[in-house]
Nanobody
Framework: QVQLVESGGGLVQAGGSLRLSCVAS???????????MAWYRQAPGKQRELVAR???????TYSDSVKGRFTISRENAKNTVYLQMNSLKPEDTAVYYC?????????????????????WGQGTQVTVSS
């Protein structure tokens, strides 16, 4: 199983910044490739929504509500994705989740296998005070 662990959340005043990190790891085998990573968020009483997603070729897409303020980036060698959040607003308050999809290598009955995966992190709380 691929595990995603987020960090970097916390309490910040409006106008401040936070940088979230998400590291992908496996208990056995290795991660062969990560095809895409994204950040979602879920505020109390609301549905989970996409915040930012990497696109093929190194680009990114953002929700209209964060465009120009948030930046998603990835460090491939560390299987890590970041979300730099600037000019935070109280409406950015939510639990932020990391999502990743790719291929992992493992062994089954002594033979090498490649398995597709899609994983979610446990979430990190971001609270923006006014």
């Amino acid at each position: 199983q691929v595990q995603l662990v987020e960090s970097g959340g916390g309490l910040v005043q409006a106008g401040g910044s936070l940088r979230l990190s998400c590291v992908a790891s496996v208990a056995s085998g290795s991660i062969s490739s990560i095809n895409g990573m994204a950040w979602y968020r879920q505020a109390p009483g609301k549905q989970r929504e996409l915040v930012a997603r990497e696109t093929t070729g190194g680009g990114a897409t953002y929700s209209d509500s964060v465009k120009g303020r948030f930046t998603i980036s990835r460090e491939n060698a560390k299987n890590t994705v970041y979300l730099q959040m600037n000019s935070l607003k109280p409406e950015d308050t939510a639990v932020y989740y990391c999502n990743a999809a790719g291929v992992r290598a493992d062994q089954a009955k002594g033979l090498p296998v490649r398995l597709n995966f899609q994983a979610w992190g446990q979430g990190t709380q971001v609270t923006v005070s006014s």
